[in-house]
């Protein structure tokens, strides 16, 4: 079984800038994308950033031009810059991965524990 290991969440001030970084626990077969999500407080999770193994990056419209995505397929990492960052952008953050742990294993989605990011105003 493989876990993805979130880090860098935390508490900053509006306008501030945070970091986060997703690493599976063991080398993947093959993965479709990566991305992240957040579920605000009270809220449903939501897409935040993805992209695929074709290069295609997905933003939502509240982050773009303020987030960036980036990771390494090979070494199975995820980023997420974070700037200009708002109070509505607290929340649990979560890693995401699409793909094959073995080149017999089904397609399916893993999912981090979550990292909590809270921009205070």
């Known amino acids: 079984q493989v876990q993805l290991v979130e880090s860098g969440g935390g508490l900053v001030q509006a306008g501030g800038s945070l970091r986060l970084s997703c690493a599976a626990s063991?080398?993947?077969?093959?993965?479709?994308?990566m991305g992240w999500y957040r579920q605000p407080p009270g809220k449903q999770r939501e897409l935040v950033a993805t992209f695929t193994n074709g290069g295609r990056i997905n933003y939502v419209d509240s982050v773009k031009g303020r987030f960036t995505i980036s990771g390494d397929n090979a070494k199975n990492t995820v980023y997420l810059e974070m700037n200009s960052l708002k109070p509505e952008d607290t929340g649990v953050y979560y890693c995401?991965?699409?793909?094959?742990?073995?080149?017999?294993?089904?397609?399916?989605?893993?999912w981090g524990q979550g990292t909590q990011v809270t921009v205070s105003s």
């Open positions: 995401h991965f699409t793909g094959r742990m073995t080149s017999l294993s089904p397609v399916r989605d893993y």
């Open positions: 063991r080398s993947i077969f093959s993965i479709n994308a």
